[in-house]
């Protein structure tokens, strides 16, 4: 089978490479020449153990993934995280201040807010902490340890605006907001408006969603993190599963910790991190068919993209490419990027306006789309364009949209 080649710039799902995806419609249709589809394999027997193992350890190599951290193949999507992050770390908080009920505090859980799947995730908080009963304490006290908000998110925090505290259960921050376009720079440190790893509180654990800029380049400080997550329908593969890096210690029994100790919010199981690790990510059915695209994807990629440098390299050049053309619009009053901080800017989502009344917008995008640009629309929450620069998208189309950028803006 074979497709018209356009030029995808979707934020999610996204575009796949044409060659794994070619592969993958093999596989569906008779995987490996035994007469059935990988979708209709068990997901216990040993075709799909192959695939699955396969796809951890590609991963592991990739990102140089260490061994105190279990990684998972779950689904749930990057929400489901939002409220598995909550439970799981409140229980290990509480295995680790094993007080009575009379004596229990809740923990504060600290929110770094950049944008809206931050702040998305800080409200899943609030909603999963808030006390079961009149005159209860909260099971914990999300609090919100800086917050961009009153920007409009077009900057990230300066360091002297985190407020972290020494207890907290764990800090959450979302590494790049794919609906604002705004990412912590990884070859900068705090000083300069990277993530202010260094304030970190001894012994507080630090979670990132990792959604929209996984496997894109190098995950700064790794092992300053207790857990990274990422849907995979950005740079991964398909919808449909989620992969979770947990550091070891994290992997809680929450049941137990329910049973003696109390005091928590009741976690459904599909959410625990113990019991998809102790069964190595197949405590029930998981997504066998995004797990095989990605294992495919992950393949790929470390052979024909140069692993994770390779991929950094590349998906630099496509974001500056068209971050300089946009400055160039920007200049003679025909465009505005919506993010006014250049070290905050996402490689992966860039989002901008075209100066002008509202027509002038729908017509950029009319344009575009006849000449083969797709689903450049900016979210419907906050309007204006976004070109989303996943890894599956070829230098040549960013290439080709700054031309049509700079024929349509008269550059
Ligand atoms: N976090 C980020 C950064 C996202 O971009 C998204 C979705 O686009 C989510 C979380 C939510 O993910 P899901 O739709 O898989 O639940």
Redesign the pocket.
């Known amino acids: 089978p074979t497709r018209q080649q356009v030029h995808n710039f979707a ?2 799902p996204s575009p796949l490479p044409t060659n794994v995806l070619e592969e993958a419609a093999l596989g569906l249709l008779n995987y490996e020449d035994i007469g059935m589809g990988i979708c209709e394999l068990s997901h216990r027997g040993k075709e799909f153990k192959a695939v699955i193992e396969g796809a951890e350890a590609d991963l592991r190599e990739l990102l140089q993934i260490p061994d105190n951290y279990t990684v998972l193949f779950t689904q749930g ?4 995280q939002f409220s598995a992050t909550v439970l799981n770390l409140l229980a290990a908080h509480r295995q680790a201040h094993p007080v009575p009920a009379e004596e229990f505090k809740p923990p504060i859980l600290d929110y770094v807010l950049t944008g809206s ?1 931050s702040s998305k995730a800080y409200a899943e908080a609030q909603r999963l902490c808030a006390a079961p009963f009149p005159n209860c304490p909260s099971f914990g006290e999300p609090r919100i340890a800086a917050s961009t908000k009153s920007s409009s998110w077009t900057r990230l925090p300066s360091k002297d605006e985190y407020k972290f505290s020494k207890d907290a259960a764990y800090i959450y921050y ?1 590494e ?3 609906i604002n376009g705004i990412q912590f720079p990884h070859d900068k440190d705090s000083e300069e408006g990277g993530f202010p790893f260094d304030l970190i509180p001894e012994g507080v654990n630090l979670v990132a ?1 990792y ?2 800029s996984f496997i894109s380049r190098p995950i700064k400080k790794f092992e300053k993190h207790a857990i990274i997550y990422a ?1 995979a ?2 740079n991964l593969g398909p ?1 449909g599963v ?1 992969v979770l890096i947990i550091r070891n210690d994290l992997l809680i029994d929450t049941t137990k910790i329910q049973n003696e100790l109390g005091c928590l919010p009741c976690l459904p199981i599909t959410y625990e991190y113990k019991i998809l690790s102790d069964n190595k990510s197949l405590y029930n059915t998981p997504p066998t068919f995004p797990i095989y695209v990605s294992a495919l994807v992950l393949k790929h990629l470390i052979k024909n993209k140069g692993g994770l440098k390779g991929l950094e390299d590349i998906n630099r050049e496509k974001s500056q490419l068209l971050y300089e053309t946009l400055e160039k619009a920007e200049k003679q009053q025909k465009a505005k990027l919506v993010v006014r901080d250049s070290n905050a800017r996402s490689w992966m989502n860039v989002t901008f306006n075209i100066e002008g009344d509202s027509e002038k917008e729908k017509k950029f995008l009319e344009g575009a789309e006849n000449k083969g640009f797709k689903q450049l629309k900016g979210h419907r929450s906050v309007g204006g364009i976004r070109a989303s620069l996943y890894n599956a998208v070829a230098f040549e189309s960013v290439k080709l949209l700054c031309e049509y950028i700079e024929e349509f803006c008269e550059l």
Do not use: F, L, V
């Open positions: 934020a999610g999507g990057g929400t489901g799947w979302c790049n907001e794919t969603d959604s929209s849907g329908q950005k919808s989620t």
